[in-house]
């Protein structure tokens, strides 16, 4: 029911109401505040008032990744600060390295986890990065169970460093997403997932983690082995008069759904039928989820065209397309063939 008397009626409500710090106390004491009202603290957790610290979603801190001042507020950081001010006021002087900004959601049988950067922080920050899209499975195909994982991770493409990652399944997201939150804390790189040594059983994981995968996928595009493009660059490309798309999947899963000018050559014939494919142009290839069009792309490169993979596939772009009348329903999970 709103203030103004009217009702509305729904089966699910859902209140995004944001936070705000509560620093009254703060400002009445005339400590500095940002412009959200936060209390400004230095490293150590000092206010402006240096007989007077300040912890948790009260304060603003340093992003451990960009090392921006941002208003974070998790229950995490806040328990972490409390003891390092503790530390502090016993003489200690231990330092805040900041937050990174670790969270999980459930919402009915979803979770939703990320770290780090998203998009628009790195983009505000002025980090050059890139990305790479995967969807998984959370443990082996073969063991009852396996649900799908999407992962998105942002990397800094000078030198690899993982600047944040977004997770999203019904199983193990919550587990991607805390080893790539160590991994960030502990400035590692893309090229580090790939040797990472993960537990493995099939009730559990892959052979080849999902977090090993972005690191493979991301490491093919830092050493020139494959290009890519992302799904928000393909209405550019449609316009290109000197480029193809090229849609690598199977027939039936070409009826449920295309880009809109692909040309349709399933993958297991790409060898026999290549010589349609104009070498003069460009050639943007894609499939389900990814991985055939990165085997198609290697085809191709190895024929001496100038190609790119779509990264996340079909499947995520078809996700953006708010007019797309494409049901994934009937499809089998992660561009297996049908």
């Known amino acids: 029911k709103l203030n103004t008397g009217e009702t509305l009626n729904a089966d699910m409500a859902l209140i995004c109401a944001g936070v705000a710090p509560d620093t009254h106390l703060a400002k009445s004491a005339g400590l500095a505040l940002n412009a959200r009202g936060a209390i400004i603290v230095d490293e150590y957790l000092r206010t402006s ?3 007077i610290y300040a912890v948790g979603d009260a304060i603003e801190v340093k992003h451990f ?9 998790l229950a995490g950081p806040a328990n972490k600060q ?30 939703a986890a990320s770290t780090g950067l998203n998009e628009a922080s790195a983009k ?3 980090i050059n990065y890139d990305k790479v899209h995967i969807y998984s499975l959370s443990h082996a195909s073969y063991y009852p169970g396996a649900a799908d994982l999407y992962l998105k991770v942002l990397f800094q493409t000078d030198n690899g460093r993982i600047l944040g990652a977004q997770i999203v399944g019904q199983e193990g997201a919550d587990k991607r997403c805390d080893v ?5 804390r502990a400035n590692m790189t893309i090229y580090d997932l790939c040797e990472l040594e993960l537990c493995y059983a099939p009730p559990f994981s892959s052979a080849k983690d999902p977090v090993n995968m972005i690191g493979f996928a991301a490491e093919n595009i830092l050493t020139g082995k494959l290009k890519q493009f992302h799904w928000h660059e393909i ?9 193809i798309i090229l849609d ?30 104009d070498k003069s142009k460009t050639v943007y290839v894609y499939c389900q989820s990814g991985l055939r069009s990165y085997l198609a792309s290697r085809i191709l490169i190895q024929e ?28 089998l999970p992660c561009g297996a063939k049908g």
Do not use: W
Not at 305 to 325: F, M
């Open 49 to 51: 008032n240096k007989d």
């Open 65 to 73: 990744v960009s090392g921006m001042p941002r208003h974070i507020p």
């Open 82 to 111: 409390g003891r390092l001010v503790a530390d502090n006021i016993c003489g200690l002087q231990n330092a805040y390295k900041g937050t990174q900004g670790s969270a999980i959601l459930k919402f009915f049988d979803i979770a």
């Open 124 to 126: 505000e920050a002025g």
């Open 180 to 184: 790539l939150a160590t991994a960030i």
């Open 235 to 243: 209405d550019r490309i449609r316009q290109d008069k000197n480029a």
């Open 248 to 277: 690598t999947r199977t027939d039936y899963e070409y009826r449920f759904g295309a880009i809109s000018g692909a040309k349709h050559i399933p993958l297991d014939s790409l060898r026999a039928r290549i010589k349609e494919i």
């Open 304 to 331: 001496g065209y100038d190609c790119y993979n779509l990264s996340g596939g079909y499947r995520l772009y078809s996700t953006t397309e708010k007019d797309s009348l494409y049901d994934p329903s009937p499809l």
